[in-house]
C-alpha cells in the first residue's frame, strides 16, 4: 500500500532521503487523493503481464503504448543529469502513468493548497499523475527503480516548467477539477 507524507521543504539535502515532517504527518490514501487527484493501484509485477484487471485498466484509459526504463547509475545515460531534470518541479500536458516493476523511489505531489507530499512508491504500485499536477520524481537511498510508463499515444515526455506552467491550460483545468480555483 502506498505511503505518503507531507514532505518537510528542506531542499538543501540530498532529495533521495525520506524528507519527513518531524513528527511525520501521514496522508491515508484517500487524503492523499483528495489533496492531490492521484489515482493509485496495486498490481503484481511478476504476473503483470497475465493481469486482466490491470489490461481493464489499460484498455479503459487508452493506454495502448509503453516503454520501460532502468534507473540506476548503471543503466541510465547521464544519470546525474537525468536525475537533476526528473526532480525539477514540473506539470505535463497529459496524466504521468508510472508502474513500478522493480525497485522504489519518490514522486512529490503539490497538494491543493501548494505543499509538497511525499509518495513512496515500491513494486506491485501503480500511480497515475493527473495532468496538470506539479510533481517531480527521485530515487530513494536504494538508487535502483524499474518502472513501465504507459502513454495513450507514442511515448513521449514533455514537462513544462513554473512559471510557464502556471498559465497553462492543463494547469488552470487542475485547478478547476480540484476545486482550488473557479473561471
Request: glycine share 4%.
Amino acid at each position: 500500500m502506498v505511503r505518503a507524507w507531507y514532505h518537510d521543504g528542506a531542499d538543501n539535502e540530498h532529495q533521495s532521503e525520506p524528507h519527513m515532517l518531524y513528527p511525520g504527518q501521514y496522508l491515508t490514501l484517500q487524503e492523499l487523493i483528495k489533496e492531490t487527484g492521484i489515482e493509485y493501484f496495486q498490481f503484481e509485477a511478476d504476473t503483470i503481464d497475465s493481469n486482466s484487471e490491470y489490461a481493464k485498466l489499460r484498455e479503459a484509459r487508452g493506454y495502448k503504448n509503453e516503454d520501460r526504463l532502468e534507473i540506476n547509475r548503471e543503466k541510465l545515460p547521464n544519470y546525474d543529469e537525468k536525475m537533476k531534470m526528473f526532480y525539477a518541479e514540473h506539470i505535463h500536458a497529459d496524466e504521468e502513468i508510472r508502474f513500478i516493476c522493480e525497485g522504489s523511489g519518490y514522486f512529490d505531489l503539490r497538494s491543493r493548497n501548494d505543499k509538497w507530499i511525499r509518495i513512496e512508491v515500491v513494486k506491485d504500485d501503480l500511480v497515475i499523475v493527473p495532468a496538470g499536477t506539479y510533481h517531480r520524481f527521485t530515487l530513494d537511498s536504494s538508487e535502483y527503480i524499474k518502472v513501465r510508463r504507459l502513454f495513450t499515444d507514442e511515448p513521449a515526455w514533455t514537462p513544462i516548467k513554473r512559471p510557464e506552467a502556471d498559465s497553462h491550460p492543463t494547469r488552470i483545468k487542475y485547478l478547476q477539477d480540484m476545486g482550488v480555483v473557479t473561471y
